[in-house]
């Protein structure tokens, strides 16, 4: 069984920033791939960022390139994603996703393992 636990989620003003943290337990590989997704209401769940299982190789959405940052730390096995410069076309609710193949992947297909999601929702 595999948990994963988002947290940072909140509201805040256009410009300001939010960091997620999603802490994984149970049966996985401390070097797993992890990815962050976001479904706004009424839309489909889309690819936010993703990084690989050494953290060496990190991808992200073109929405949110040079203002969202995605780390790890396979010690603790966490994934944090800092969000910089949010707009309000950034609201939504993030979801922590997870599998034990260790290559980044921006598919949902890519991913057995999610969290219950956390809601960011960003102020004009």
């Known amino acids: 069984q595999v948990q994963l636990v988002e947290s940072g989620g909140g509201l805040v003003q256009a410009g300001g920033s939010l960091r997620l943290s999603c802490a994984a337990s149970?049966?996985?590989?401390?070097?797993?791939?992890m990815a962050w997704f976001r479904q706004a209401p009424g839309l489909e769940r889309e690819f936010v960022a993703t990084?690989?299982?050494?953290?060496?190789?990190?991808l992200y959405a073109d929405s949110v390139k040079g203002r969202f940052t995605i780390s790890r730390d396979n010690r603790a096995n966490t994934a944090d994603l800092q969000m910089d410069s949010l707009k309000p076309e950034d609201t939504a609710i993030y979801y922590c996703?997870?599998?034990?193949?260790?290559?980044?992947?921006?598919?949902?297909?890519?991913?057995?393992?999610w969290g219950q999601g956390t809601q960011v929702t960003v102020s004009s």
């Open positions: 996703a997870s599998d034990q193949g260790s290559i980044a992947s921006t598919l949902t297909t890519a991913y057995a393992y």
């Open positions: 149970g049966s996985i590989f401390s070097d797993a791939r």
């Open positions: 990084i690989s299982g050494s953290g060496a190789t990190t």
